[in-house]
């Protein structure tokens, strides 16, 4: 896929979450004078406590799948990655039962369908992104986001509660079901069971690092709820969700066709560097705007918008959006670490996150700090955090050989050039691979290069001989 194709696809996703957020947004006045600073609190908390069991849920097997080649192997890893969410969320369930069973609030329970809903959005979009989807990616982004705010409403008319918001969380997050239940592609089967053994040493790093990112990533609600209170912790729940909330979301919709793209790339061998940095300086341009308002704004927009009782939302919006801004252009593109086999080092830097989290937030508030200035204090640290995690992920594309093992040299090279001629093995794929494998504009871009061509059906050869010792 050229430039322009890809910036219109990534356009495209980013229309559709932009518009399903914007009216999550604009409801955000309606939510807060329906629910209590309290009760936000508890709902954030507990959706905090199920997203950051969602980075662990699927191992980050759907990831995995992007950059392989081979169609069969690929749907076997989502499926994988389905069936370890399942389990993922029936341990949650169980767990919840008994928080609630010792006296913990009954919305508790729901914190295993949390961590099923978030895991289908992953692997729901891991779906669409490889089959380059990009419309339907953009609907079902519009979907979760403006049904979101909606069902929250309406519930909350009904009865205003933590049960109403976790509705509101889960139902619009059914449209993921759709991908992953629809998967075209090759009739051809890989047993889970060979899949999880050929795949299981990634699984285990690329899983652990993701849990301990989605620890860290909560950890900013759930080490304020534990210090300040649940009270303090709606304000600044209400601040996440007006701000880091939407640039998160928007940015992985945004970057998930730059991923898709990048997969592709690094599956015929070919350089992603460029995609990378001109997806997070066009990040960098959409979230400019709203993080400088934010900051000059928010403090006197708050309490006029969404009323008294969440004046001290605004203080920490403004404080929040240095951080949140180097998050929302950087995050999105952390993936690319495991899609390059470099998990070892996202797992370093996620290990590094948490430590750096756990220190700005809880040394301010053991020195009697305000929320305000421990939230300056943690957004400092993001800027520093996500400008390492950059360079991490442009030295993780520059060094593609990883994704395949070797590259191939003059000599492999060569060697495939005589095989066109005399076809030993009337199996083994060809130079008309590109005619049977998926028809994307990147592939006939590709196949205009004779030598990029010739190394993705090196690369391909190696597939076919290792499938065939097996």
Known sequence: MTSAPLRRAGLTVLAGSALGFGINLLLTPVLSRIYSPATFGLFSTIVAVGTAAVGLSTLRLEVRAQSEPDDAVARALMSLALVVAALTSLVATWVAIGAVMLGAPRAWWLVG???LAGSLQLI???HLARRGGYRWLGAANFIQGAGTGLVQVVAGWWRASELALLLGFLLPRAVWMA???IRPGSRRRRSLGS???Q??????IAGASAGVNSIAGQGLILLSSATYGSVRVGALAMAVRVLVSPLGIIGQAAAAASIGEIGRILRLGGPARSVVRHGVRDLLVVGIVPCVLAMALGPWLAPRVLGSEWKEVGVLVAWLAPGALFQFAVAPFSQLMNMTRNNRDLLRWDLIRLTLLVLSLLVPWAFGA???????TYSASQIVLYAVLLHLVMMSVTGRHKLG???PTEEDLDEVRTQQVDRPDPDAPSLDWLDWHEGTEAQHDQAADPVATLGALWHERRTHESSRRR
């Open 113 to 115: 369908p949390v961590v």
């Open 195 to 197: 899949t999880w053994a």
């Open 405 to 407: 093992g070797p590259s």
């Open 370 to 376: 305000p929320l305000w200035a421990t939230i300056a």
């Open 199 to 204: 795949f299981r040493g990634y699984g285990l």
């Open 124 to 126: 729901g979009t891991a």
């Open 179 to 181: 991908p992953v239940a």
